[in-house]
């Protein structure tokens, strides 16, 4: 079955920092890119940063400079390191695998979601 299982959320202080931690089945991590997204109540689900099979990264403008984004591929694993947060960043975090196997197909698979809270 696939699976994409997430860890590391939790409640911290303004200026604080958190690191995610998704592990992912092989079948869906190798070759892909995977990324995170994250939904605040009443708000769409956004992406914050994704990272393509060959280590190339994408942010959304709101956490540039300030999160990072990164894979171990031997472990099926993909991080997002975040620092500096903000109460903004308050939202649950989804961890994301995108196949792609053709030019212009695309299917996506979600983990359960970690929470993160972030405190003024």
């Known amino acids: 079955q696939v699976q994409l299982v997430e860890s590391g959320g939790g409640l911290v202080q303004a200026g604080g920092s958190l690191r995610l931690s998704c592990a992912a089945s092989?079948?869906?991590?190798?070759?892909?890119?995977m990324g995170w997204y994250r939904q605040a109540p009443g708000k769409q689900r956004e992406l914050v940063a994704a990272?393509?099979?060959?280590?190339?990264?994408n942010y959304a403008d709101s956490v540039k400079g300030r999160f990072t984004i990164s894979r171990d591929n031997a472990k099926n694993t993909v991080y997002l390191q975040m620092n500096v947060l903000k109460p903004e960043d308050t939202a649950v975090y989804y961890c994301?695998?995108?196949?792609?196997?053709?030019?212009?197909?695309?299917?996506?698979?979600w983990g359960q979601g970690t929470q993160v809270t972030v405190s003024s």
């Open positions: 994301n695998a995108r196949s792609s196997p053709f030019v212009g197909y695309s299917r996506d698979y």
């Open positions: 092989g079948s869906i991590f190798r070759g892909n890119t």
């Open positions: 990272i393509t099979s060959g280590g190339s990264t």
